[in-house]
């Protein structure tokens, strides 16, 4: 699957983003996704998760600095999964990207770091001015 990040971009401390990660080549239902950032200087850094348990049953999980700013979901009829980011601090700036895993059992023990993903995007800078 190749996986195609966007909607970065530069925006004032408070102000609100959308990322969108289109996934080609597979369904992104197929996989268990994920968003990650760097900062310039850092390492990079598990931002939100999405698990799917079959049907339409799917988990969520967040960095607990950003629990209640950020939101992951999926839209599988537009094989997209989103990031809706608000609130939006300094720190935040990043370059973000998505990422997805197969289903092979890695991904519900390891899922804030970079090893149970097999597929990634190229990244899209969010800039957050103060």
């Known amino acids: 699957v190749q996986l195609q990040a966007s909607g970065g971009g530069l925006v004032q401390a408070g102000g609100s983003l959308r990322l969108s990660c289109v996934a080609s080549?597979?369904?992104?239902?197929?996989?268990?996704m994920g968003w990650f950032r760097q900062a310039p200087g850092k390492e990079r850094e598990f931002v939100a998760g999405l698990r799917w348990s079959g049907g339409s049953t799917s988990y969520t999980y967040y960095a607990d600095s950003l629990q209640g700013r950020f939101i992951i979901s999926r839209d599988n009829t537009k094989n997209t999964m989103y990031l809706q980011m608000i609130s939006l601090k300094p720190e935040d700036t990043a370059v973000y990207y998505c990422?997805?895993?197969?289903?092979?059992?890695?991904?519900?023990?390891?899922?804030?770091?970079?090893?149970?993903?097999?597929?990634w995007g190229q990244g899209t800078q969010v800039t957050v001015s103060s």
């Open positions: 990422a997805a895993a197969k289903d092979d059992g890695r991904y519900v023990n390891d899922y804030k770091t970079s090893r149970p993903y097999d597929y």
């Open positions: 080549g597979r369904t992104v239902a197929d996989y268990h």
